[in-house]
């Protein structure tokens, strides 16, 4: 439509204007026909403008509501009908003499001579003009978004049965060679019999024989019991039998019950925390969890080495580095806390010598105290590991102490929105305790 500064700018002159904004109108009212878009269908005239009107990356300058459509593509819909690139395909035969703009190393047209996969010639067929190659065949493939992610297109099924077929070879041969040594220990065992008959009994030292000869025996019959391929008697197949859990063994998430007791994650099979948290002998069980191995042993040295380490490499000293250097860093580390110990001592002494009061620093004998202090330890758990424990503060009301001639509480007992006592059922706080002894 035509502007006020003539051309089609877009812009609208006031009285062209007020004609489209009286048509949009008479559309909605249904006096006028609606406005038809190429495909020959009729345009809701109540459709919003800001979704009927085209963004300015996508129109086209035709009317309709085709930027709200998906738009259709040439590639493939689905996996089935996608395509695969023919490899190591000739398009047609050989020709005879060198054409231009070919490959000048072997003569096809499909591709140039610094992408060329034959073996690089002497003299190229550009001047020699003999072994010229055909044409490969090169298509253009278009996939979709779910043939582009497809693993297994362009798969040949026939490279599966070749691998089969050999896979079948070998199986046979791996029959025929345990036959062959069944059959030999089988005649091994035969002869060994005939000579135990012949000298009136078996070996002593076959009676006698070690635990060791057992064991391998016993790892051969399950070798025997399980599959015939003959890399059951190797020691992974020993070492698999051997590493079984022992019966004995309680699982972890077995050792306590209680659903509010430790965690136990099936994924990695570990538990943290101590299953038997809350009980007296708790330090001197045999299980404690996985995070005791934290806290034990040389963990916490090997974490202040690292820490160690860290803070060196920010102070400049590079050649601190615990995984790449952890015998130097150990050197480095023990060298520092001597120096550190050996600082402070003098620094203490310094100290001392100028103002003195060394005698003060040595703690009285304890029988000269007239208030002892009590020196209690706890655990990670809350648990008292050695020391007295602090008695329980008692309130400033009478404990267990039942009047009336009553053996419960007020409030032990419940009935019809009243309170009561549970032995004589009565709700009355100051009534007196009616049941009999033998219901007491």
């Known amino acids: 439509m035509s502007s006020k500064y003539g051309g089609n700018s877009g812009r609208l002159s006031r009285e062209d204007y007020k004609k489209q904004k009286d048509l949009e109108a008479a559309r909605q009212a249904g006096t006028a026909p609606p406005e038809i878009d190429e495909d020959g269908n009729a345009i809701n005239p109540h459709i919003p403008e800001f979704m009927s009107k085209a963004p300015w990356y996508m129109d086209t300058g035709k009317t309709g509501l085709q930027h709200q459509r998906k738009a259709k593509r040439d590639a493939a819909t689905s996996i089935n009908e996608a395509k695969w690139y023919s490899r190591g395909e000739r398009a047609g035969p050989a020709p005879k003499k060198f054409r231009r703009g070919a490959c000048e190393n072997c003569g096809a047209m499909s591709h140039k001579a610094r992408e060329c996969m034959e073996r690089p010639r002497k003299k190229g067929a550009r001047w020699t003009g003999k072994n010229m190659k055909a044409d490969e ?36 041969a791996r029959r025929k ?66 590493n079984l859990r022992i019966r004995e063994d309680t699982a972890k998430y ?32 045999a ?20 820490v160690f380490a860290w803070e060196a490499n920010e102070r400049g000293n590079v050649g601190a580095h615990f995984q790449a250097n952890p015998t130097q860093t150990s050197l480095m580390y023990s060298e520092f806390k001597n120096k550190k110990d050996t600082m402070k001592e003098s620094q203490r002494r310094t100290l001392l010598s100028k103002y003195g ?11 000269l ?29 009478k404990e267990d102490v039942h009047p009336m001639n009553h053996t419960s509480a007020f409030g032990s007992w419940w009935s019809d929105g009243k309170w009561g006592y549970r032995c004589c059922k009565q709700t009355l706080r100051n009534a007196y305790c009616t049941a009999s002894a033998q219901s007491k």
């Open 137 to 172: 065949v090169v298509g253009d493939i278009k996939l979709s978004y779910d043939a582009k992610r497809d693993r297994w297109n362009g798969y040949d099924p026939a490279e599966h049965r070749k691998l089969m077929e050999d896979w079948e070879l070998i199986e046979d």
């Open 177 to 242: 060679r345990k036959a062959s040594e069944l059959d030999k220990e089988t005649a091994v065992s035969n002869s060994l019999a005939e000579k135990d008959s012949a000298t009136g009994g078996p070996d002593i030292e076959a009676q006698f024989a070690s635990s060791d000869e057992e064991d391998e025996d016993e790892h051969r019959y399950v070798g025997r019991s399980t599959t015939g391929d003959e890399d059951q008697h190797s020691a992974k197949s020993k070492s698999t039998v051997r």
């Open 357 to 367: 009061g060394e005698e003060h620093l040595q703690a009285p004998p304890r029988e």
């Open 369 to 397: 105290l007239h208030q002892d202090e009590r020196y209690v330890e706890y655990s990670r758990t809350g648990q008292i590991i050695s020391g007295e424990e602090v008695p329980a503060a008692k309130t400033r009301y």
């Open 254 to 285: 077995l050792r306590n019950l209680d659903p509010d007791s430790a965690y136990y994650d099936p994924k990695t099979r570990s538990m943290r925390e101590n299953p038997y948290a809350g009980k007296e002998d708790a330090a001197q069980l």
């Open 287 to 306: 299980y404690t969890g996985d995070n005791f191995i934290r806290y034990s042993g040389e963990a916490q040295d090997v974490a202040k080495k690292e």
